[in-house]
């Protein structure tokens, strides 16, 4: 199962699909302070990005998925993109 | 291959070589506000076209090339070499790319990058003056694309470091915004997952909606984000994998400059419009309202004829149309793609659009004011206007096929002979075999006719073989350092289009030679009391059935002495003939294989191969070469080739029962001598034909035929001229001189090099044709 909803915490596994997005922007718009595991993410779903956007839930665990953790993880940690730059420096 | 397109093509290649003509005139007469105007106005009609296909770069690169040109029209600018060298690069590019086109329907991936190098040359010289009008027109000058302003979604800093990044290596990023729409989750797309296949993905950046819902109101399928990325990957790649939304993705090329100017605030206002728009320097300028006419009519005809008109192709439409409306001065808003209101855009364009007061344009144009008349005019997407006769375009393989039916026909025509023959001798009636005559003369006339007909449409000018040569002198004389001009005569002559194509060759090979060895260095030629610039004269005549064409330099000249030494050393001449060679002989032996005087090997000529396969090549073609040079004042070399290889006459003469056929232009003469005027010298039987001992080759020994001349007869001798030697070829019987069509030997019979070919005579026997040089070879080799 990709996503695992706990109280507080979900965690997101391996490859989230357009069929995950409704259950976890059902958790975040009732979770109050929640947070998102996404250690063994492979892949968000637009959709499923989308809704860690508007909801901003803190990242817990950062992928390990290189382009998740170099390309995705600085827009959703950063806000408007100001704090994280790793990946970013031209090689 | 969409009909449009098709076309586009097959105008390019008119428009390519015009440019480069262009180019090189003006470079020779920079101050000609005609060849400027021209050269710029086929550059414009390129780009104009394009438009209409989605090739983003070659818009660009034609509209980089075009804006330089525009400078040097205006007389803002001065075209120097290093500018021509650019230009020429930007069209050759081109050229290159459409040859891809053709084969592939797109532009090769490469391009885009190949693109962006050259363009930052053609800009370079127009960078220079910031403030001058000219900048004013192209707004962006060191830009592949102006920076658009969604390029603030990424953050400053990482901006900043990239500029200066791509800045300090001028290299350039291409930068995308993907805009899905929101309906894209239900059609299973995943905006995310595609970006994530972008190869070498440098940077990506949300694009925020405009307001984020409340939480409640949060519809998680409505694709409210977009995505900006800069990546390393090429156009082609992108293209490919947005392909299916190409609509919703923006691609731009940007570099550091472009980069580091949006840093500065300097944002396009309309960038789309500002990439692709004409030069639009007076909207009243009769030429630019003729294109924007051009343009606008075969806008009209491809949305007319294609009802279904893809997203992209509708994009690129709507975006020459957009450009054409500027061009006319009416900035029209085609937000919308939507194949409606773009032909209703156009057609209010087209027919409203109010002829431009204070120049009118030109009558050509009004006359046209027919609607059908302007489609027809957007098929042909010709601004310049075909004058004169009209020319048909045939494939050249359908002419080569009809020349091998009128071959068939000759064969089967001649067939009819032989049928009068047998009418009369196993059929016993003469008067059969009298109209089986009748008729085939009058069907031998009118073969004739057709042959005559069909070579005479074979006949190119042999403009076509030395167009590429004011190209190739200028190179090379750029390289080597050395001054030349180029004076060419008689490019009108016609011969066959074979003769026409295997003279291209030699001829490089030629010029090459005279460019690399003949001509001096100018500081040579002056201290040999000559003019610096150094020149070389191709010239072109028709001789009866043959063109001759000499190539003529007067540079240093062949030194016979030299060249004998070198022969010798090298093992090709004997000592003896080392002393008594006159210096004629000794500059043709230039000719012999494994010759080179050059002292350095360079990688233009000077291997020892040229004349070698110059003469080699010629000879195939049935001509011959010639040289004759002067130490210090030039060599001419003189090529001698049938105006047509289509139809070969050969000489028919039996050996031990068996047909030969012998080229014709090779027989000097056919006699008979009693047997015992044959006389041996040194092994080899003679005959002495007025005053003159002629060495006599038993063609049947040279070929292995076991034939014994009957002793009472008289010997029959063809005498031949190879090389301007003469030579005996003792032979069984003489028959008559016919016209064949050659057939080169070919599979099991390659190896066959006594043998130039095959023909079918009319009575259905095969008659193999002799290679003279190699059947001399053989009994040489024999005796």
Known sequence: MPLELHEATATLTDVVTVDEVEPLAAWLRATEKPKVNLRRCNHLHTGALQALLLFRPKISSAPANAFLAEQVLPLLAGGNGTASRQGSEPP | ?????????????????????????????????????????????????????????????????????????????????????????????????????????????????????????????????????????????????????????????????????????????????????????????????????????????????????????????????????????????????????????????????????????????????????????????????????????????SLRDQQEVGGVRLASIAHSIASAAAALGDISELSDLNAEQLTETVNRLLGSTPAPPAAPPPPALIERSAPEERIDRGRADDPGGQVGTKILKVDQEKVDHLMELVGELNVAKNGLTFLADSAEEEFGSRVLSRRIKDQYSGLHRIAEELQAAVMDVRMLPLSVAFSRFPRLVRDLSRRLGKNIELVMEGEDTMADKDVIEALADPLVHLVRNSLDHGIELPDERTAAGKPPQARITLSAVADGDAVVVEIADDGRGIDPVKVKRKAYEKGLISEEELESMGDQEAVELVFRAGFSTADQVSDLSGRGVGMDAVRASVEKLGGTVTMKSELGTGSVTRLRLPLSMAVTQVMVVSVAGQRFGIPVDLVVETVRVPGGEIGRVLHQDVVVLRGEVVPVIDLAAALRMPWTPDENDDRRILIVSLHGQRVGLLVEQFHREVDVILKPMEGLLAYADEFSGTALLGDGLVLLVLNMKEVLGLAARAA
């Not at chain 2, 940077?203 to 390393?232: H, K, M």
């Not at chain 2, 009243?284 to 051009?294: F, G, N």
Request: negative net charge.
């Open chain 2, 1 to 301: 291959m969409n009909p449009l397109l098709a076309q586009f093509l097959a105008e390019a290649a008119d428009l390519l070589t015009s440019v480069d003509e262009g180019l090189l005139q003006l470079e020779r007469d920079p101050g000609d506000p005609e060849l400027v105007n021209e050269v710029f106005r086929a550059a414009h009609t390129f780009k104009g076209s394009s438009g209409l296909f989605d090739f983003p770069e070659l818009t660009r690169l034609t509209h980089a090339a075009e804006d330089l040109l525009d400078a040097v029209r205006g007389g803002k600018l001065d075209l120097d070499s290093g500018m021509t060298d650019d230009l020429l690069a930007a069209f050759d590019l081109i050229r290159g790319w459409l040859a891809h086109v053709t084969q592939h329907e797109r532009l090769p991936a490469s391009a885009g990058a190949d693109a962006a190098i050259l363009i930052t040359k053609l800009r370079g010289p127009l960078g220079g003056d910031a403030t001058t009008p000219v900048v004013e027109k192209a707004p962006i000058v060191h830009v592949i694309a102006p920076p658009p302003e969604w390029l603030s979604h990424f953050e400053q800093e990482w901006l900043d470091a990239t500029a200066t990044w791509l800045t300090t290596t001028s290299s350039t990023l291409r930068f995308a915004r993907y805009l899905p729409d929101e309906g894209c989750f239900f059609r299973a797309e995943d905006p995310l997952h595609l970006i994530s296949q972008v190869p070498a993905l440098a940077r990506i950046a949300v694009v925020p909606p405009d307001e984020w819902p409340s939480p409640d109101d949060y519809d998680e399928y409505a694709c409210l984000i977009g995505f900006v990325l800069a990546t390393r990957a090429g156009h082609g790649e992108l293209d490919h994998l947005f392909r299916y939304v190409p609509d919703q993705v923006e691609v731009v090329e940007l570099d550091g400059d472009a980069l580091r100017r949006f840093l500065n605030g300097e944002v396009a206002p309309e960038p789309v419009e500002a990439a692709d728009a004409p030069v639009v320097d007076d909207p009243q300028d009769p030429a630019v309202v003729e294109d924007a006419y051009a343009i606008l009519a075969a806008a009209q005809t």
